[in-house]
């Protein structure tokens, strides 16, 4: 029975990295197209009007897109409580790092602050 579990639980978690990779993609795919289209505008020399409705509906794009992360990053959490729950060891998938210990929010959201004020100052 562990040995079934923990293969349906490899499969699911295989599914988990998948999401999480197109999502990735997405995002980055998703930036590239926000980023070039004032450059764009600038290249053809339009008017600042010119495709503004299309950058916000970009952006708003990108911005669900961080959300979707966000939220697949908080069912990997959860998943990953349902192992441990289960009794699953952690196998590690992908590189051969070790997992890098969270933040919470709040933490991040100072380094980010700092960064900011460093390359500004």
């Known amino acids: 029975m562990p040995r079934l579990r923990q293969e349906v639980a490899q499969r699911l978690a295989d599914r988990l990295f998948a999401v999480e990779a197109?999502?990735?993609?997405?995002?980055?795919?998703?930036?590239?197209?926000?980023?070039?289209?004032?450059?764009?505008?600038?290249?053809?020399?339009?008017?600042?009007?010119?495709?503004?409705e299309a950058l916000d509906r970009?952006?708003?794009?990108?911005?669900?897109?961080?959300?979707?992360?966000?939220?697949?990053?908080?069912?990997?959490?959860?998943?990953?409580?349902?192992?441990?729950q289960m009794g699953l060891r952690e196998v590690n998938s992908g590189d051969s790092q070790d997992k890098i210990p969270l933040m919470p929010s709040a933490a991040i959201a100072g380094r980010v602050a700092t960064a900011r004020l460093r390359a500004v100052g």
């Open 22 to 52: 197109a999502i990735d993609i997405a995002l980055t795919r998703a930036a590239e197209l926000t980023a070039a289209m004032p450059a764009a505008r600038c290249e053809a020399r339009l008017s600042a009007i010119v495709g503004q």
């Open 58 to 84: 970009a952006a708003e794009a990108f911005v669900a897109l961080v959300e979707a992360r966000r939220r697949i990053v908080a069912t990997h959490e959860s998943l990953d409580e349902a192992r441990a």
